[in-house]
């Protein structure tokens, strides 16, 4: 059966979450409200990820794999992911299970009427810097694109797949998907999720990168939606034939 809901996980260096990782999402496939498959997009991983995602989707039917061969960082991973897959219905969490699956079915319950659901991070696990630093970048780019989302750097979302693939990628375009979103006239809610500390790996982002790189980005945005082409057909010859 063709799955109805795809769920795209960026890895990069993950090796230490992978085992964990297919057992909760294999556990929220089996109470998932749709027919639900896994994408892992392989962003040119380091260390053993690749050998053990590919092992993974050996064994269970319900992941599928792609693999860059150099990092290329998670808006281009996003990217690919969004191109590949063919459910109507696509979402996004990370691999380091900050967030779990078992929250994909709070989105799912609002998607008939949005084109986007995005989780909000409550009670946040994350160091006293992190958390500092993803609130003063979400400031910066509410400033920019004041698309009013709380918390744009939620790694669990779900979008109609259609929209998705109308999103016009960059680098550091992730932070900007409910905005770009917005620019197509659809429709963006927010729900809140749980948050739970790291168990393994690293964090992949720094300071620097959390806030200077968005700051960086907001200009590119703007850039962006000045020269957005966004129509919709009022009329057409097919409509007399």
């Given at each position: 059966?063709?799955?109805?809901?795809?769920?795209?996980?960026?890895?990069f260096?993950?090796?230490?979450?992978?085992?964990?990782?297919?057992?909760?999402?294999?556990d929220?496939?089996?109470?998932?409200?749709?027919?639900?498959?896994v994408?892992l997009?392989n962003?040119?991983?380091?260390?053993?990820?690749?050998?053990?995602?590919?092992?993974?989707?050996?064994?269970?039917?319900?992941?599928?794999?792609?693999?860059?061969?150099?990092?290329?960082?998670?808006?281009?991973?996003?990217?690919?992911?969004?191109?590949?897959?063919?459910?109507?219905?696509?979402?996004?969490?990370?691999?380091?299970?900050?967030t779990?699956?078992?929250?994909?079915?709070?989105?799912?319950?609002?998607?008939?009427?949005?084109?986007?659901?995005?989780?909000?991070?409550h009670?946040?696990?994350?160091?006293?810097?992190?958390?500092f630093?993803?609130?003063?970048?979400n400031?910066?780019r509410h400033?920019?694109?004041?698309?009013?989302?709380?918390?744009?750097?939620?790694?669990?979302?779900?979008f109609?797949?259609?929209?998705?693939?109308?999103?016009?990628?960059?680098?550091?375009?992730?932070r900007?998907?409910?905005a770009?979103?917005l620019?197509?006239?659809?429709r963006?809610?927010?729900?809140?999720?749980?948050?739970?500390?790291?168990?393994?790996?690293?964090?992949?982002?720094?300071?620097g990168?959390?806030?200077?790189?968005?700051?960086a980005?907001?200009?590119?945005f703007?850039?962006?939606?000045?020269?957005?082409?966004?129509?919709?057909?009022?009329?057409?010859?097919?409509?007399?034939?």
């Amino acid at each position: 059966m063709k799955s109805e809901f795809t769920i795209i996980v960026p890895v990069f260096n993950e090796e230490d979450n992978l085992a964990r990782l297919e057992k909760e999402l294999s556990d929220y496939i089996n109470i998932a409200p749709l027919k639900t498959s896994v994408l892992l997009v392989n962003d040119g991983s380091t260390d053993n990820s690749l050998s053990k995602i590919e092992g993974i989707c050996i064994v269970n039917d319900a992941f599928e794999f792609i693999s860059f061969e150099n990092n290329k960082g998670l808006s281009t991973a996003l990217k690919a992911g969004f191109d590949y897959v063919t459910s109507p219905l696509v979402g996004y969490m990370d691999a380091d299970l900050q967030t779990t699956p078992e929250d994909f079915n709070l989105l799912l319950e609002h998607i008939d009427q949005y084109e986007l659901v995005s989780g909000v991070r409550h009670n946040r696990k994350d160091t006293w810097l992190k958390n500092f630093s993803s609130k003063m970048a979400n400031r910066v780019r509410h400033l920019f694109t004041n698309d009013s989302m709380e918390d744009t750097g939620c790694p669990l979302k779900v979008f109609k797949t259609d929209t998705a693939k109308r999103i016009p990628m960059f680098r550091g375009l992730h932070r900007f998907l409910p905005a770009m979103t917005l620019l197509q006239n659809g429709r963006v809610k927010q729900v809140p999720v749980r948050h739970f500390p790291r168990q393994a790996g690293t964090s992949k982002y720094g300071f620097g990168k959390r806030l200077l790189g968005p700051l960086a980005d907001c200009f590119a945005f703007l850039w962006m939606k000045r020269k957005y082409i966004n129509y919709q057909i009022d009329k057409s010859s097919s409509d007399s034939a």
